[in-house]
């Protein structure tokens, strides 16, 4: 089967970013009233997600996403605490409905109440929620809740060791991703996404993440950011900076998705960075939504830039299953539960 | 002949530093003494080049190098305007003193005394200085003077502007390159180099800036940051925010450096890339100073990259010379008064 490990739900019925759009009015006037949770029937999220998801999953030949709210969405650094936990249990649970109704299509990741300053323990509850009630695989932890300010400490800071303990001991992987940014020099898609992968894998080449981890799997997604294009810089720096050679250093936890649109980025992302390292997935429909006028086909197609590479059938399955399915134990867990 | 468009005196007597070092010192505690301007003698500095960039731009087989201050060292976010205006120009005369004693090497490129909050027009006085009469033939603009917390506006804005006009009236180009980080999220070379080259870029996408300075050049190191890596992703985001296709919305400005430290990496750049975009440069002694243990050669050693493409001699000679000679008008009177 084929398993797209990178998708938002970013067609939700339109209640739901209404439902925000009051959250938001009434944070910043107190005076109104509190927005009512939204309204949406089984039928407007069925639309939702067959004439967009499943239609362009089946239309593109994958079997099932690994489906979390939109990312830009999240919101981190707008309002507070309170605020992010409504807004991010609201989201989740609109997956846990998406979930429920597409069994075979879709399996759930949650966004995490972060806001900027909280400790990230905060987030342990609503995480925990996801993953032993509404049966998720995953979240999708924010290195920068202040959205483009980067106010946080990095990843490998002990700050964050709660949260990862927490991952560990409940099997579940984090995809590393920022959401929007409220810093003018960082368009969120173009610049503030790129970055923060690319910030995230120097962290775990800085730090010692993984020695005090060993099984924690995190996930950055498009591609790694600018890694693997500067993977001999990658790889030098890890040398200057007395760290062990990256294969043992980050790369047994580390792991890159094929979010990259066009042939000759995946091309470069396959020739360097180690199959075992690489989950099949394409953000549909995310950051880049139209047609490539050069192939004639969608930017975030990217299934077929993986078909078009001269891959072993073995290597094949595990960038389109098998290692999302080691990555995500709970996803194979689900899956085998289903006889799959 | 070969010129490296992209090299820093990373290799300065220590006077430099010390100098640096003392302003730093007075700057936190007043009641120091002034930091006496380093006494360095030509012996000292031939010494520095001759042993070092000198000896390694021969044995690589290029000629030349456009050579600029320390990058990391210029610290922008240290200390104030003035302070920072002693440094730029303690540094600048340091690399004159460079091209004076190496004229066939190195030609010059200037720091410039940036501060946070700053207006860059204030920095032009120290520009006309390097250009007008140290024969410099172009600048690093530091597009976050602020060190990794980037609270100045994007290059786009037209608080810039007064400072593109300069450069195009002085017919110079600038080298997009910011410092040092003081955010520990942003490790300087490993993250804050890389995600400055790639915010600039999706900058450039966004705005007008070339619609307003045709003749305006600008000069993305580190092989444009993330942007080949992710060129269909800046290809569609130009098409879904309506702009027009990159080869005219950007491309006629805008240049790539080969400091990439890896094979498959470059044969990405030269892939995605046009040729007339690639200017070849190594930041050697910059980043990454080691052997890489695959090849048995320095990671920065990207004229082996160069070199094992497949290029006519026609586009070999515009990497490695006439898109030099184009982005760098002043280079290129230089080199034809010699007879070059």
Redesign the interface.
Known sequence: MIIDCHGHYTTAPAALQDFRDAQIARFEDPALPAAKPPEISDDAIRESIEENQLKQLRARGADMTVFSPKAVGMGHHIGDEAMSLVWARVCNDAIHRVVTLFPDNFIGVCQLPQSPGVPIENSIDELERCVNELGFVGCNLN??PSG???T???LT?RSWYPFFEKLVELQVPAMIHVSGSC?????A???HY??AD??AF??F??GDLFADFPDLRLIIP??G??A??????????A??LKRPPLPDHVMKNVFFDTC???Q??I??LF??IDIDNILFASEMFG????V?P?TGYN??DTKRYVDALDLSDQDRRKVFEGNARRVYPRLDAALKARGK
């Open positions: 290195p920068d483009g300010h980067w946080s400490m990095p800071d810093n003018p020099n960082f368009h898609t173009g610049a790129i970055n690319t910030t120097m962290q080449i800085q498009h591609g950011g600018a693997p294009y500067h993977w001999g810089r990658y790889r030098g720096l040398d200057m990259v649109y066009h000759a980025g091309d470069l020739k360097v950051a880049v939504k139209t490539d050069e930017f975030d």
